[in-house]
């Protein structure tokens, strides 16, 4: 799709409110803003009839502090792609937006979608060329809370069917955390998978200590323990990790994949297509790590339906992808359109439909 044609530009601004607020070390966050974003091409005239015979594409742009580049940043743009995408096709509008992640992942994304559409096939299947696939499975993410709060929240999410939480640590003491974990693998037994992502807020010496602890309870995956920068204390930390995975997700948009490998500092990559740039960028990452047997996992940063469904379908598009922390929806009140994905006994239903799967997301 590099000829210019029809093919035009549109975006609106939306805010979403939060079912709580989401305390972050930028601050507290109480809604989701961002932008959405729509591709058209076909007759441009604005009936009802010429918008039947117009293939369609949406994306999404949630800008999120320490992540993503500013709102304000975001849909300047956005207004470049809108100018670029005109005169220049998909490319130049690309290149326009090329240093804003999140307005690229947008247009990335509503690009995708388009020619998802256009084939027609759904979009896992274009991103990836691979076989149907089904489900792809999910973590639930267990907040902050006490011991007993959180071994609760952990059964409840077990009942509803995930075989797999994720334990948010590091705004407490170490020893808490351990002990919210010990509660938590007394309450759901061993067959669940436990995971904990410390959002780099630990010294190597707390790390290490957690660590030792986790081994013993059956902790499968430890995500960003340290500060994004530490990358030689990752590696240590992987050195004696006890059977515990070393994740990064900060640490990979700060040092990239060749300088992770180089220093051998992480057993599996997570990856945001937001903060990354794109889901085309979010999809080549995938393939690269897993050449060198690094093990993708997809997540979100909170975002709304359109940007959530496409992280699905990245997910889906990825062979034997472990659960993925894609079961975020229900900590938005407010929506962009009818969610198509079903979560279901820990998975997540990949929408079959032709490219996302997403409609009824433009007009509020």
């Known amino acids: ?12 601004s939306f805010s979403l409110e939060l079912t709580e607020a989401l305390e972050t070390a930028d601050g507290t966050i109480d809604s989701r803003d961002g932008f959405l974003v729509r591709l058209v091409d076909g007759d441009g005239d604005g009936t009802a009839d010429a918008r039947s015979r117009s293939a369609v594409g949406y994306g999404e742009a949630t800008p999120l502090p320490g992540w993503t580049e500013s709102h304000a940043d975001c849909e300047r743009a956005l207004e470049r792609a809108q100018d670029a995408i005109r005169t220049d096709g998909p490319s130049g509008a690309l290149e326009a937006v090329d240093r804003q992640v999140a307005a690229r992942h947008a247009l990335s994304l509503a690009l995708a979608d388009l020619q998802a559409s256009r084939e027609p096939t759904p979009l896992y299947r274009y991103l990836g060329q691979g076989p149907m696939v089904g489900r792809v499975p999910v973590n639930a993410t267990i907040g902050d809370g006490s011991p007993s709060e959180t071994a609760t929240e952990a059964q409840r999410a077990v009942d509803r069917g995930f075989d797999c939480c994720k334990l948010k640590v590091g705004l407490r003491s170490v020893e808490e955390d351990i002990e919210r974990v010990r509660r938590v693998r007394e309450t759901v037994g061993s067959t669940v998978e436990l995971r904990a992502d410390a959002n780099e807020a630990w010294t190597y010496e707390e790390a290490e200590s957690a660590l030792k602890a986790f081994s013993d309870l059956g902790l499968s995956i430890l995500e960003q323990p340290l500060p994004a920068g530490a990358l030689e204390g990752h590696a240590d930390l992987r050195a004696r990790s006890g059977g515990v995975s070393i994740a990064l997700d900060e640490g990979l948009l700060e040092h990239g994949v060749d300088a992770i490998c180089d220093a051998e500092a992480a057993d599996v990559a997570v990856l945001k297509p937001m903060a990354l ?3 085309d960028v979010a999809r080549k990452v995938a393939a690269w790590v897993t050449e060198v047997d690094i093990t993708p996992l997809v997540t979100t940063t909170i975002d709304g339906v359109v940007a959530r469904t496409g992280a699905v379908h990245l997910a889906a598009a990825i062979p034997d992808v472990p659960a993925c922390g894609l079961a975020t929806g229900e ?5 962009l359109g009818r969610d198509p994905v079903l979560l279901e006994k820990g998975s997540a239903v990949v929408p079959q439909a032709k490219g996302l799967g997403v409609s009824d997301v433009w007009d509020p």
Do not use: K, V
């Not at 799709?1 to 609106?12: D, F, H």
């Not at 900590?331 to 929506?335: E, G, P, Q």
């Open 277 to 279: 740039g794109g889901i």
């Open 331 to 335: 900590l938005l009140a407010t929506d």
């Open 1 to 12: 799709m590099n000829a210019t044609g029809s093919l035009s530009l549109e975006y609106r």
